[in-house]
């Protein structure tokens, strides 16, 4: 079930959906949009109208074998109510949220619930934060040393078995990770679509957070510059859902941070105007490029880059991935749809409550996946 077909993102899922084979369901609030999207498409009538805002009308429509997929935001909004109702009726939810509070949200309150409920909740599957989680996992897999033999293949620490004594990070294993996104051929100002403009400005004055042997507010963001191709790039730190999916596969980790550099030459800029300027005037000058972004094209030449690197307890690198594809937005759609997939064709194995990418699917299964969703890693 699709929820938020009509909007940017929601139609390039159902595009990438129907392309696999897929009949999704149809949900939303407009009747009539829902239903000329289904006519368009060759999905026939099949749809449901349901009102995120009221999460009354979502009862009575998902069953646990179900799979959830929802591309409607902004999700601090609309998001609660229908995982409200993924929890109630134990099914499976993935979304391509970008908003690191509502993440935060989705693993600190509503995971304990659906491990109660047999519910399974993989929030972040697109762009942010399905890509940073992969390189950071490959590089913590890299990095992890073995001192009484071979390194063990990469597998979720619920899944370690204590016996073979897998279930610790040995003490010369990371200790630390930083992940950073990138795109090439724009920035975000310019790039954008209006949805994400819109949700971007939801943030501006939410408090952000980090991971420091657990969940902490961060009270300044950080500002660092990774090589990126042949040169260094800003970027500036953001709560991100690395921040729990990396932890849940290595648990002795001491330090998460995640960073965007989207934001081109503002990067340093931005990062240094005080909290209350940004709640003020932020918020107000992202709507205006939403509104702006609803009139033009989308950027023709948009490529995905993101960076993972482990580092050991004393801050020296231990290995570093380099990853790169397609359009930001198209991998969304496509990873999305992968995603969904492999959750209804794996449905009676994910462990119930809020979990990563890698903890649902496997790191080799989910470097297939993103591959084929356009985005890999590259050598040297």
């Not at 942010?128 to 992969?134: H, I, K, N, Q, Y």
């Not at 679509?193 to 980090?210: K, Y």
């Not at 995603?339 to 790191?363: D, K, N, Q, W, Y």
């Amino acid at each position: 079930m699709l929820f938020g077909a009509t909007g940017h993102t929601g139609q390039l899922i159902l595009a990438a959906l129907v392309a696999a084979g897929e009949r999704p369901v149809l949900a939303g609030r407009d009747r009539g949009r829902l239903t000329a999207l289904a006519a368009r498409t060759g999905l026939g009538s099949d749809i449901v109208v349901a009102d995120l805002t009221s999460p009354s009308t979502l009862r009575g429509y998902l069953r646990p074998t179900d799979v959830v997929l929802s591309a409607a935001g902004p999700f601090r909004r609309l998001g609660p109510p229908l995982v409200e109702a993924v929890i109630a009726a134990g099914a499976a939810y993935v979304d391509a949220t970008g908003e690191a509070d509502f993440v935060r949200r989705v693993y600190e309150e509503y995971g304990p619930r659906a491990a109660g409920s047999g519910a399974t909740l993989i929030p972040g599957c697109g762009y942010s934060f399905v890509a940073g989680s992969l390189a950071g996992a490959l590089a913590l897999d890299e990095a992890t040393v073995d001192t009484t033999g071979p390194r063990p293949a990469f597998r979720p620490a619920a899944l370690e078995d204590p016996a073979r004594g897998l279930a610790g990070v040995p003490g010369d294993s990371a200790a630390r990770v930083e992940v950073a996104y990138y795109v090439g051929g724009g920035n975000l100002w310019t790039t954008a679509s209006a949805g994400t403009l819109d949700s971007i400005a939801g943030t501006f004055g939410v408090p952000s957070f980090t991971y420091r042997k657990g969940i902490v507010p961060e009270r300044r963001p950080l500002v660092r510059e990774f090589t990126v191709g042949d040169r260094d790039r800003p970027a500036v730190t953001i709560g991100g859902a690395e921040h729990f999916t990396l932890p849940q596969l290595h648990p002795d980790l001491q330090s998460v941070d995640v960073y965007v550099g989207l934001l081109g030459a503002g990067t340093k800029p931005i990062a240094r105007i005080p909290l209350i300027v940004h709640r003020t005037v932020s918020r107000a000058v992202l709507r205006v490029l939403a509104r702006q972004a609803r009139r033009r094209p989308r950027h023709p030449t948009l490529t995905a880059r993101v960076v993972g690197i482990a580092y050991d307890g004393s801050g020296l690198p231990l290995s570093e991935v380099h990853m790169s594809g397609c359009d930001p937005y198209d991998f969304t759609a496509g990873m999305l749809a992968w995603c969904a997939r492999r959750a209804r064709e794996t449905r009676a194995l994910l462990p119930a409550g809020a979990i990563g990418p890698v903890t649902a699917f496997g790191l080799n299964e989910l470097q297939s996946g993103c591959a084929e969703a356009g985005i890999v890693r590259l050598s040297g």
